[in-house]
């Protein structure tokens, strides 16, 4: 008696379990978002942006899904099950660029289309890798963002990472190609907080000293950026000294709402999953071919280049200000 | 029944309580079989998907190389020690062939590096416990750290690739038809374990000790030396499974197998083992295995949330271990 009681329970519960996840029609084409994890503000905010295209789109089922902590082993479960369910598309952001190269080849020989983006997979186990934006893009943004609230010229100084940070060097550097495009506008020095919070903290007090003029503070990096806020806040100069560059919504929603900046930027995960989901669709449908050079459509974002990599940049990182700032706060 | 026949009364006099056939019925394995064929059940009728010989197949990697380490595991508590390092035994096994890669080391030198690593470490924590006298869950988490501790030194946020395409064969290749050979090892492997524990005087041993470790001694059981063989055989079969998750993955991060070593415990203790030693059987593990397999493909099918798995899991093992208690105490 007690064990068909108990075995009942246990198929009840799986059986329920199966019920949770419904069928739609199995005629739409079924793209699945991979996430690093679920339960992450940015990849909620992604799978947003896939259900958006989706019903753009009219004829597509989104699955998103991902393990439940960020490792390789745990997507390749996900995507094993993918495969058996014969989806048509994958688009990942990947915990682990090599270790799932051999599970996604075997998704791509049994037909299904891979791409991967936000963070890549190596180039044999995907189509094409969108990236969220490129160095050159971020490199101007980060300038042109000092410059607008700037009409008549002025000082500004690079908060950046550390001495060798890739990404910040080469955008910095990226910064200065541009710097004809904005004439009056002076860089006046570059001082690395290392990405602690109280040595960029010092570093931005010491730029307000040495440079009394100083107009604007450009900090390339989440910590620096929140740290020269507070350093401006502290010592009386918002509305002087506009603080700017890029950062985390979540983070700098005090800084904005104090005025201390005024915008920064960073990329929109809606507007990333809304392009991946884009890109499969027409890889998946035919539209396009992923191949370099090739140019793909991406709805309401424009199109996409590929480079020789099979790589190519979403579109410049999207400006935050006081108008949105609510909006994303509680997104990353 | 046997029943012999009592000539002078022409009674029938049973020579056993049970015959072994309805205690057989009455057991956890059986108990268990019938949950996992609930399970197929339901997961075949949830999905049009599951019942496909491929999709079978790649749903065995599921828990094929947890299933290795918990034969080992299986016995090492029925004796009454744990060994919580195993999945940190994975990361060093893996970063050593990743490292004797580097430098040119084909094949067969591998899995002997692999194999090599996994007795080392084995050995490192049997010293600990049977010498030192230190209790193995403390030894264990140690080494948990200590492991995995020196392949974040030697890799920190870097990845070891370039293993030799005859490698991939262990995590990759086929025997027959759909056979992995992963399903074809831990089929073997499950014989040669069930053999050890169930018609040997070392697997005798092993539940003495778990029953009674001072009985054991005074019995003339080494109790020191079959502990020690204990670890030894669990740290084998971490290098063993470092060896097919590497060649699955074809790379190696410092990160790999994390978080197994408690799903390894859970199989376990769900296939009927008792946590505080004594018994427990390995056809038990070998259905736990399946069951465990069987729910997270099942509901990776239905793309139900990998927390949600979780969820179900920890619920499958809460019951499985406290509903047969609850159920004598209501009965007593």
């Known amino acids: 008696m007690f064990r068909r009681t108990f075995t009942t329970l246990l198929a009840g519960l799986s059986v329920s379990a199966g019920l949770m996840g419904s069928a739609a029609a199995a005629e739409d084409m079924r793209i699945a978002l991979v996430v690093k994890a679920l339960g992450i503000g940015f990849f909620e905010a992604a799978a947003k942006g896939a259900e958006e295209a989706a019903e753009e789109l009219g004829d597509v089922e989104i699955i998103y899904t991902g393990p439940t902590d960020t490792t390789a082993e745990g997507q390749i479960e996900v995507i094993n099950s993918l495969i058996a369910q014969q989806v048509d598309a994958i688009a990942i952001s990947a915990n682990d660029t090599d270790a799932l190269v051999p599970t996604l080849k075997k998704a791509m020989q049994r037909g299904i289309t891979v791409i991967s983006w936000d963070s890549g997979v190596a180039p044999e186990g995907r189509q094409m890798h969108l990236n969220p934006s490129s160095n050159p893009l971020i490199g101007n943004m980060i300038i042109k963002l000092a410059a607008d609230e700037l009409p008549e010229g002025g000082e500004v100084a690079v908060l950046s990472a550390t001495t060798t940070s890739t990404n910040q060097n080469i955008w910095i550097e990226e910064m200065n190609k541009v710097m004809d495009n904005y004439p009056g506008v002076e860089v006046v020095a570059t001082v690395y907080g290392d990405d602690l919070a109280d040595k960029s903290y010092r570093e931005a007090q010491g730029l307000m000293q040495s440079y009394p003029d100083l107009d604007a503070i450009i900090a390339p990096t989440s910590v620096g950026i929140v740290a020269a806020a507070q350093a401006v806040v502290d010592a009386g100069k918002v509305g002087e000294v506009n603080v700017t560059g890029l950062g985390l919504p979540s983070e700098m929603a005090g800084a904005i709402e104090s005025g201390a900046s005024k915008s920064f930027a960073i990329w929109n995960p809606i507007d990333l999953g809304y392009s991946a989901t884009m890109i499969a669709h027409a890889l998946a449908s035919g539209e396009a071919e992923a191949e370099p050079g090739a140019e793909i459509p991406m709805g309401r974002m424009g199109s996409l280049t590929l480079d020789e990599n099979n790589q190519g940049a979403m579109a410049d990182p999207f400006v935050y200000d006081e108008s949105n700032i609510d909006e994303f706060k509680s997104i990353f | ?332």
Not at chain 2, 101 to 128: E, M, W
């Open chain 2, 1 to 332: 029944m046997t029943t012999t026949t009592d000539a002078s009364t022409g009674r029938h006099i049973p020579d056993r309580l049970r015959s072994p056939l309805e205690a057989r019925l009455k057991s956890w394995e059986s108990l268990l079989l019938l949950v996992a064929i609930a399970i197929f059940i339901a997961n075949s009728l949830a999905s049009p998907y599951f019942l496909n010989a491929w999709n079978l197949s790649d749903a065995t990697f599921n828990f094929t190389e947890k299933a290795m380490i918990g034969f080992a595991m299986a016995l090492l508590i029925i004796s009454g020690e744990i060994d919580l390092s195993v999945a940190s035994i994975i990361a060093l096994a893996s970063t050593a062939m990743g490292a004797a890669v580097q430098f040119g080391v084909g094949t067969p030198g591998l899995v002997l590096i692999g194999l090599g690593t996994g007795l080392i470490c084995g050995a490192f924590n049997g010293v600990l416990v049977t010498r030192m006298g230190l209790p193995s869950i403390v030894v264990t988490i140690g080494s948990m750290s200590l492991f995995r501790g020196i392949s974040y030194i030697v890799l920190g946020d870097q990845a070891y690739g370039g293993y030799p395409s005859s490698f991939a064969f262990f995590g990759q290749g086929y025997v027959w038809w759909v056979i992995s050979f992963e399903f074809a090892l831990f089929a073997v492997l499950a014989v040669i374990y069930g053999v050890l524990l169930h018609k040997t005087n070392f697997g005798r041993a092993v539940y003495a000790i778990g029953n009674n470790a001072t009985g054991a001694m005074f019995s003339g059981i080494r109790v020191e030396r079959v502990k020690f063989t204990l670890f030894l055989l669990t740290g084998l079969m971490s290098g063993l499974a470092a060896i097919c998750l590497t060649s699955r993955l074809g790379s190696t991060r410092p990160s790999i197998g994390f978080g197994w070593e408690l799903e390894i415990v859970t199989m376990v203790v769900l296939g009927g083992v008792s946590i505080l030693g004594g018994s427990g059987t390995i056809p038990g593990v070998v259905i736990a295995a399946f069951v465990m397999g069987l729910v997270t493909f099942g509901l990776g099918l239905l793309n139900v949330p990998g927390i949600v798995m979780s969820i179900v899991i920890g619920a499958l093992l809460i019951g499985v271990i406290a509903l047969p208690r609850l159920w004598a105490k209501w009965r007593a």
